[in-house]
């Protein structure tokens, strides 16, 4: 899948150069969301669009709510889109505390991945689960905030497509404070009803 052509030439060499006090954020699940991602690290700033080399994206992490969350895995010939981002180190904690690193059942942080961008390859940070469940589903509203950040930074009609194609199964939990955080996402993105973002196949 071709790149979207953004202003991102040497983000890996700036990177390296504050790489004291920031650091490079691969999101390729719910964090593509500007509006998901800032709540959790207020000074995250899109690099620019990247892809994840010879992974497939899943949607099998068991989630602590029992439902399935996005998760890389590898895949020789494929690719995830994604999106990189700048973060200073003192939200890292924040960041490592949503995604559950280092909790048998989180995320694995892994602060060296490989990601192509449109002006060569870099280095960046992302998280991968530490366990798989092929039998999960996501919920809507966390397929719809992947569906909503995949949009918001125009990573490709088949990538949209083929996120809007997943089974997903509804929340029954409407006072999940999960749920109600993604929720207030949407508001901040601007969006009035998520179920649209998975409704639409134009």
Not at 42 to 54: H, T, Y
Not at 80 to 108: F, K, M, S
Not at 121 to 142: E, M, N
Request: charged share 20%; net charge positive; hydrophobic share 45%.
């Amino acid at each position: 899948m071709p790149l979207p052509r953004r202003a991102v030439a040497g983000a890996a060499a700036r990177g390296r150069t504050a790489r004291r006090v920031c650091f490079l954020y691969f999101a390729y699940g719910s964090n593509l969301l500007p509006a998901r991602l800032q709540a959790r690290c207020p000074s995250a700033r899109v690099v620019g669009p990247a892809l994840a080399p010879d992974h497939r994206l899943e949607f099998t992490k068991p989630g602590r709510d029992g439902s399935g969350k996005a998760t890389l895995h590898p895949a020789p010939g494929a690719a995830v889109p994604g999106v990189l981002y700048r973060i200073d180190l003192a939200d890292q904690p924040a960041l490592h505390a949503a995604e559950g690193a280092g909790h048998p059942n989180g995320y694995v942080f892994h602060a060296e991945f490989a990601v192509r961008m449109a002006d060569g390859d870099s280095i960046a940070a992302t998280y991968v689960a530490r366990q798989r469940d092929a039998a999960l589903r996501p919920f809507d509203w966390y397929l719809a905030l992947v569906i909503a950040g995949a949009q918001a930074h125009g990573l490709g009609a088949d990538h949209v497509a083929r996120l809007k194609s997943l089974p997903h199964v509804p929340d029954t939990e409407t006072e999940n404070p999960i749920r109600r955080a993604a929720i207030a996402a949407f508001d901040r993105a601007g969006i009035a009803d998520y179920r649209r973002l998975l409704a639409d196949q134009g």
